[in-house]
């Protein structure tokens, strides 16, 4: 009785106000749709973007006879909307019967084809304002039109200290030392600001600070995900591709076509081929029960979602199980989509860095010797020949030998490219696929061969052998790539997501809601010079929006995954069209278009908060002040491990394990994963280099929101937990930089308390301390040494390492000085 009283209030209430249909409708008919499996479909075949398909079931004026209303308050099972899942609320269905009672106004701007993204990017002219003397480039017009309108008056410019500290972490991820803060600071030339900005844009830790933020983009990791997670020991060379490149500034157009298509290139060079990496990201699931062709369907889902999110900024996976409920996108849109990835195969190829081959070249005619002699010792060629034909007749007459059966299931999840073997496919194999398959022979013989006592025992000893053998063999790095495959299985609509439900045939094809594409033949190289085209308006505006978003927190669009109907509109749409024509005309130049940005009159403001904005523009939407910024877990302690001078510096090649608590790496499945830590300088590598283990990931970056890697991530999350506290106190290689810290500042400057704060200071947050700031930690000290004091060996547990001359109980007293400068807010904020 009480909800049907609180129902009838709700409606009454809801016909004295006009009901808005994107504002309070769409968002209750889509209700529960993912674009995944499941609920989705509690709403199937209603469009919310088709207002004539919205119609049929609504009678303007008479909510009580409309087919919606009668379907969404009825409970008989079948007929009842949604058919599964939690029904409407009272409170929805009052509102979608007044909004039908007041005549189901829908308005014209919910014609998707008319929705601000979809159209072309026109240049617009930059406006004049009246403030003739802040505006340092075209930015601030747009900026500043808009602050002007609003009456307010943008923030002044942060002082020197803060930015060279703002420029340096944004460009580089790394903080400025004190010698180049003192020489920014000193330097009075004009172009003093411009000249710093180049050179961190040369330095080869650019590439560093934007690899990472595009890694989450293709959400990378080391290892494989799923059940068993096994290690992908060569995934570092596509990190190390996205390094080089940002570093060279490849023109984004050319960047895109090499992730998606570097293989499809006429004359394609190894470095094309590694960029293909981009779409090895995928989990792959291990597990020998796992069907392999589902396996390969939700991989091929992953890229086709992935790609959309990157490059189009749409929510493309929404339709993956029906017509999307908001966007123009059908569910045969989808599938044309996925059919461009459907006709590639994963295979790993040498990518050797420069200084590998000659040495791997060098050694391989012995190594090949001593091969074959194992092999032929232990009479591997004759057992790996009676065991080839007999696992393929297996895999053609499955079900009919149980034992077999597994050796077949287990060899399609663990063996990369194991069905075409299982065909019949590798009659002329490869060197690589040979070895390979001999080396899969060797440790996964057939239920016969284990079964052989004898026989298992020896292989195991020849196993051991060849282990040792290669080994000897100097490295040479590899990558997983894409290739197309020679005959390419037909692409069809998976009904309901399913994929098994085959529906009609697709060929590749882009959303309809676009011009089709005209070339000949679509395929991925096809789809992926379309997307940096004139006639796709997405890809420019979604890259310069998380170019934007990267300078000030938030993107001129706060979705920057979704630049659909469900999205936010741009704050300020003139200046996003603005920057993606700019863009586009500089030949896809990231370098000039950050450049530009940071050159602003907008970005160099103060971060300063206003009371006058605290009402009126609380998320600084409208851009009269800089954003202040806590930074992302690796830039944390990156800034940690550079101000107490451990830091290695060394760019690019494998993942490396720093300390982690006890326990992590053992919740991985039945004790597989493993974690031995890395030991002297790699100890100290940059997070960004940090392996990823997708079950039990790095538990320090995780507390500082870094994503799961299992799906595309275009904007972090920025949480404040009491964990990150206890993180950035305990954690080992947190407090060894407290250690280094104190040590640094005790062996760098001479003097007193004073100027080693001073110096501390500098090390840390770039500017020195206030007279305030100065007195507490003066009396800090004073405290940690009375305490420590207390015990004899406390001293030494805390700092065993205390530079030559200086009392124990001062260098004790100093890591709790640093300790506290590392837990600093301004210490883990941006300005």
């Known amino acids: 009785m009480r909800s049907l009283v609180w129902g009838l209030m709700l409606a009454c209430c809801a016909q004295t106000k006009t009901i808005d249909f994107t504002r309070d409708v769409q968002p209750i008919l889509a209700t529960r749709c993912s674009g995944c499996h499941g609920p989705q479909q509690q709403m199937k075949g209603l469009r919310v973007d088709d207002s004539k398909a919205l119609l049929n079931v609504v009678t303007p004026g008479d909510s009580a006879s409309s087919k919606l209303i009668q379907r969404v308050s009825s409970t008989k099972k079948g007929f009842v909307m949604p058919p599964i ?300 020949a009676q065991w080839e034909p007999r696992i393929q007749q297996a895999f053609r007459d499955q079900g009919k030998d149980l034992e077999w059966n597994f050796a077949v299931t287990e060899m399609r999840a663990s063996f990369d490219g194991a069905d075409h073997f299982l065909k019949g496919e590798w009659t002329n194999r490869t060197q690589r696929q040979a070895d390979r398959l001999t080396d899969y022979f060797v440790g996964n013989p057939g239920p016969e061969n284990e079964e052989n006592k004898a026989v298992a025992a020896f292989l195991k000893d020849a196993r051991g052998k060849l282990r040792d053998l290669h080994a000897t063999l100097p490295e040479i790095a590899q990558a997983p790539v894409m290739q197309e495959l020679a005959n390419p ?120 908060v206003r009371k006058d904005l605290q009402n009126t523009d609380p998320n600084n939407i409208l851009i009269a002040r800089q954003s202040r910024l806590r930074l992302p877990g690796e830039a944390i302690r990156d800034e940690a491990l550079a101000a107490s001078g451990l830091l290695n510096t060394t760019i690019g090649g494998k993942s490396v394990r720093p300390p982690q608590p006890a326990g992590v790496a053992e919740l991985g499945y039945s004790g597989s994963v493993k974690w031995p830590e890395s030991t002297g300088p790699d100890r100290y590598r940059r997070g960004l280099y940090i392996h990823f283990q997708r079950t039990t990931p790095y538990p320090m970056l995780m507390n500082f929101d870094e994503p799961d890697s299992n799906t595309t991530c275009t904007r972090r999350g920025r949480s404040n937990t009491p964990l990150q506290a206890l993180n950035l106190l305990n954690d080992p290689v947190f407090f060894e930089a407290a250690q280094a810290l104190a040590t640094r500042v005790l062996e760098e400057m001479p003097g007193g308390i004073t100027q080693r704060l001073d110096y501390a200071f500098k090390l840390v947050v770039a500017r020195p301390p206030t007279e305030g700031e100065r007195q507490r930690l003066t009396d800090y000290f004073e405290q940690q040494k009375q305490l420590l004091g207390t015990d004899p060996k406390a001293a030494e547990n805390v700092q065993p390492f205390h530079p030559h001359g200086v009392d124990p109980l001062d260098a004790a007293a100093w890591v709790g000085v640093s300790r506290v400068l590392l837990n600093l807010d301004e210490f883990i904020t941006r300005e």
């Open 85 to 384: 899942g939690a029904p409407l609320t009272s409170a929805e269905i009052a509102t979608l019967s007044a909004w039908i009672d007041q005549g189901a106004k829908i308005p014209a701007s919910a014609s998707q084809a008319k929705h601000w993204s979809f159209q072309p990017i026109v240049r617009p002219s930059v406006p004049d304002v009246a403030g003739k003397t802040w505006p340092r480039n075209p930015i601030d017009n747009f900026i500043l039109a808009r602050l002007e309108a609003e009456h307010i008056k943008p923030s002044p410019e942060a002082d020197r200290n803060t930015l060279i500290r703002r420029l340096s972490l944004d460009l580089t991820g790394l903080p400025p030392t004190p010698e180049e803060t003192n020489a920014f600071i000193m330097d009075k030339h004009p172009d003093a600001y411009e000249r710093l900005v180049d050179r961190l844009l040369a330095s080869p830790h650019y590439g560093e600070a934007r690899a990472r933020t595009w890694l989450d983009l293709a959400h990378y990791a080391d290892s494989d995900g799923y059940e068993k997670d096994l290690t992908r020991p060569w995934a570092w060379r596509y990190r190390q591709w996205v390094i080089d490149a940002f570093n060279r500034d490849l023109p984004y157009d050319e960047f895109t076509v090499e992730q998606l298509a570097g293989d499809l290139l006429p004359g394609a060079t190894v470095d094309q081929k590694v960029a293909t990496g981009f779409l090895r990201n995928t989990l792959t699931n291990r597990e020998a029960g796992v069907n392999r062709a589902e396996a390969r369907f939700e991989q091929i889902v992953n890229r086709t979602n992935t790609v959309a999110t990157v490059w189009l900024g749409l929510t493309v996976g929404c339709a993956q199980c029906h017509n999307h409920k908001f966007d123009p996108i059908t569910h045969k849109d989808y599938y044309q989509f996925f059919a461009f990835f459907n006709s590639a195969d994963e295979i790993d190829i040498d990518a050797p860095l420069p200084g590998e081959q000659g040495p791997y070249l060098a050694a391989r005619p012995e190594y090949d010797k001593k091969r074959r002699k194992i092999l032929d010792d232990y009479g591997v060629a004759e057992l790996q």
């Open 489 to 608: 299985p037909q692409s069809n609509i998976h009904l309901g997501g399913d994929y098994q439900a085959l529906g009609a045939v697709v060929e590749p094809g882009i959303p309809s809601l676009f011009p089709p594409i005209s070339e000949p033949r679509q395929d991925r190289l096809t789809l992926a010079r379309w997307l940096v085209s004139r006639q796709n308006p997405e890809t420019a505006r979604v890259a310069v929006n998380r170019m934007w978003q990267d300078f000030f927190g938030q993107g001129l669009v706060v979705t920057s995954e979704n630049f659909g109907t469900q999205g936010d509109k741009p704050s300020h749409p003139e200046l996003l069209n603005w920057l993606a024509s700019e863009f586009q005309d500089h030949e896809w130049s990231r370098k000039y278009m950050e450049k530009l940005i940071v050159m602003s009159a907008a970005y160099r403001q103060s971060s300063a």
